[in-house]
């Protein structure tokens, strides 16, 4: 049966075998492209120390900045989410911040520079040296991301980029850059997820158990 916009009006009932078929594929392929992730141990490595790069900087005062374009950006948002909020563990706040949220930042930056300026500015602003730098750019083509990542860099900033398999851009100026075995970005997004997830995962079981160095306040003194 061919899909027809319209054909699951009210009253319809059951699904299609062609959509079906179309369903039991994309979940395939999903799975195919994190068989791969699986199978590579240098990926592996590379994942879990990021997630020590991250637990790193946290303890240690830093902060982590992360940005993207559309889904990418949600992907930012999403990440940074887990940790000023939680990923799992019971704990304190941690200091993540996606510069794809200031609408008034990014429309002015953009209208008066460039849209290619909209996250190297917010780093010049808000980055310091220890800091992290988090560039996700499925193409790893986005002007944008690729000048906030060298401008990061610049200040003494870590860098880690995510990517799909084509992403050489990204990755060349990146300190580390998961190069997801994908070029459908669907697949590369889920994989990012994926990804992400195991270094809030790896950062947060690292902090509880070494906390965050505590800072002396100058107040009564």
Same mark, same amino acid.
């Given at each position: 049966m061919d899909y027809e916009p319209g054909m699951f009006r009210q009253g319809a009932t059951g699904l299609p075998a062609k959509l079906g078929e179309v369903v039991a594929t994309t979940i395939r392929q999903s799975i195919r492209v994190q068989q791969a992730l699986l199978k590579d141990p240098a990926l592996r490595r590379m994942i879990a120390?990021?997630?020590?790069?991250?637990?790193?900087?946290?303890?240690?005062?830093?902060?982590?900045?992360?940005?993207?374009?559309?889904?990418?950006?949600?992907?930012?948002?999403?990440?940074?989410?887990?940790?000023?909020?939680?990923?799992?563990?019971?704990?304190?706040?941690?200091?993540?911040?996606?510069?794809?949220?200031?609408?008034?930042?990014?429309?002015a930056i953009a209208n008066d520079y460039?849209?290619?300026?909209?996250?190297?500015?917010?780093?010049? &602003?808000?980055?310091? @040296? !220890?800091?992290?730098? =988090? *560039? #996700?750019?499925?193409?790893?083509?986005?002007?944008?991301?690729?000048?906030?990542?060298? &401008?990061?860099?610049? @200040? !003494?900033?870590?860098? =880690? *980029? #995510?990517t799909g398999q084509n992403g050489h851009a990204l990755a060349e100026l990146s300190d580390y850059c998961f190069c997801v075995p994908a070029v459908a970005t669907p697949r590369i997004q889920e994989s990012h997820t994926l990804i992400a997830h195991i270094i809030c995962d790896i950062a947060e079981t690292l902090l509880a158990a070494s906390p965050r160095k505590a800072t002396k306040s100058k107040r009564g003194r």
């Open positions: 120390r990021v997630g020590e790069e991250f637990a790193s900087a946290l303890r240690n005062g830093n902060k982590i900045l992360l940005f993207g374009n559309g889904g990418s950006a949600a992907d930012a948002q999403h990440i940074a989410a887990e940790f000023v909020g939680r990923y799992i563990i019971e704990r304190a706040p941690l200091p993540a911040i996606a510069l794809t949220t200031d609408t008034s930042a990014l429309t460039s849209y290619d300026d909209v996250f190297s500015r917010q780093l010049e &602003a808000l980055g310091s @040296k !220890g800091d992290i730098a =988090v *560039g #996700f750019s499925t193409s790893g083509k986005s002007p944008n991301v690729l000048k906030a990542i060298a &401008a990061a860099r610049k @200040k !003494g900033m870590l860098t =880690v *980029g #995510f």
